[in-house]
């Protein structure tokens, strides 16, 4: 067990589950002290913009480790996530219980506190915290028992080389542990539906090679006035740097609903095993990229200094212009995906449903934390429907078999993948009409609560 304060954020790592296949590590404290993040005031509670900050952490924390055992049949999606928190003050169980909303329990002889948002906080030894999801009372006991063992448990060797990489230059580190995730016959499919390799049909089986070689991904994050990324993709045999490389990385992400608008603007190249993309973080990008693996909850930090007021209040009025702002900013940064021709963004869709989840509702305004319900609501029901259509369309594909025996060799496979992509562009269609009606009701309802609420404050929402 840790028995001490963590003198560096990968200290962290030996508390998490060694069966995790996905980290991130951040040092808070080296990214607060950035100038990005006080020109942004992502440290500030009495400011409009903290709740906006890309990464939900305790302002109280100096670092943060994330692990997680990700579905890779199923979006990425966590089958589990265990979040470890060095805290520089102690916060006692039962106020982190009152300030989230839930109870007070003791697991394994440790002080535990559930949350409403389906997640247990532990007080671990050497003012650690950890917040566990989901909310499984048995495996959180099974965890602090093996923690109280003191035995040697290790992440894979690849998550610990990911985060040494974390430093006070560069303040976040999230890695995936591809290996031996995926599937051969999944592989097949990724290359046999992309429409890139559809047009240079000759070098599939490379990149099939290539990918089944495929070790784990590291992105980096390096913030100062602003935030540059570096995303290495890991293999065991040395990539070809050609001119399909990224638009294949793309597509690829774009197939898991992972879509990264500002990857098309990166640069690209080999660096001996790996490919490594590396440009700008846009703010909607960092927050996107924050919410791929983030706590489930940070109220008992964000609420730490409030106290219950009464309607109409000073704080009720700041509380409420932050919560409606933060939604706003999220509902901004999908807004902007619209105007792409691509639907690969359930992933996202469904991380912001959850980000609405955990902002803090203490002394905000009734009728807005309904709003706000509702958007998050909006949000799950449009990734919902994205990956509907991605249903569909494996069922509909299903049924279209290729003959690769006739219509000389390569050609013979063109009429099939026509299909195909038509089956596609008609579910992506058929998704896209969910997602614009609930859009366009999702925007009528902030104009609405803006006014109610400007008029009802006398301030400007």
């Not at 020109?39 to 994330?66: F, G």
């Not at 000073?314 to 509380?319: F, N, V, Y």
């Not at 509909?396 to 299909?419: L, M, Q």
């Not at 366009?440 to 104009?447: C, I, Q, V, W």
Request: a negative charge; charged letters at 25%.
């Amino acid at each position: 067990s840790v028995n001490a304060v963590a003198a560096d954020p990968s200290d962290l790592l030996p508390v998490v589950p060694s069966a995790a296949n996905a980290i991130v590590v951040i040092d808070v404290e080296a990214l607060l002290a950035t100038e990005l993040s006080k020109r942004h005031h992502w440290d500030d509670k009495a400011t409009l913009e903290y709740a906006q900050r890309p990464v939900l952490v305790p302002a109280e924390s100096s670092a943060v480790a994330i692990a997680a055992s990700l579905d890779f049949n199923a979006e990425l999606s966590p089958r589990w996530q265990v979040g470890i928190a060095q805290m520089t003050k102690r916060f006692e169980i039962p106020s982190i219980a009152r300030w989230e909303g839930g109870y007070a329990d003791r697991i394994a002889g440790s002080a535990a506190a559930w949350s409403p948002v389906n997640c247990y906080i532990v007080e671990l030894p050497g003012q650690l915290l950890g917040i566990i999801s989901p909310a499984d009372r048995q495996s959180v006991a099974r965890w602090l028992e093996l923690q109280d063992q003191g035995a040697p448990r290790r992440v894979s060797q690849y998550l610990q080389d990911a985060a040494r990489q974390v430093s006070n230059k560069t303040q976040l580190v999230m890695a995936i542990d591809a290996q031996q995730a995926i599937a051969p016959h999944r592989l097949k499919e990724l290359t046999d539906h992309s429409e890139i390799l559809f047009k240079e049909p000759r070098q599939a089986d490379d990149v099939r090679t290539q990918l089944a070689a495929l070790v784990g991904v590291t992105l980096k994050v390096s913030v100062t006035t602003h935030a540059e990324g570096e995303l290495r993709i890991d293999f065991t045999t040395g990539p070809k740097n050609g001119p399909l490389v990224k638009p294949l990385l793309i597509e690829t992400l774009d197939r898991f609903d992972l879509h990264l608008e500002e990857l098309e603007q990166w640069s690209a190249k080999v660096d001996g095993n790996s490919l490594v993309l590396s440009g700008r973080f846009s703010p909607e990008g960092l927050r996107r990229v924050g919410s791929l693996l983030q706590l489930p909850t940070a109220k008992f930090s964000d609420l730490s200094d409030a106290a219950p007021a009464e309607p109409g209040s000073d704080d009720c009025t700041l509380r409420s212009q932050q919560y409606f702002h933060a939604v706003s900013a999220l509902i901004d940064d999908l807004n902007k995906t619209l105007k792409s021709n691509r639907d690969n963004h359930a992933v996202w869709m469904e991380r912001y449903g959850q980000k609405v989840d955990a902002l803090p509702i203490l002394n905000v305004d009734d009728e807005l934390l309904d709003w706000g319900a509702s958007v998050g609501e909006t949000f799950r029901t449009m990734a919902l429907a994205q990956r509907s259509s991605g249903i569909r369309q494996g069922v509909r594909k299903s049924s279209v078999y290729g003959n690769y025996d006739y219509g000389n060799g390569y050609y013979g496979a063109r009429p099939v993948a026509n299909e195909k992509g038509e089956i596609t562009r008609q579910e992506a269609a058929r998704a896209s009409k969910v997602r614009f009606e609930s859009w366009k009701e999702l925007e009528d309802s902030r104009a609405e609560i803006r006014r109610t609420m400007t008029k009802k404050y006398g301030v400007e929402f």
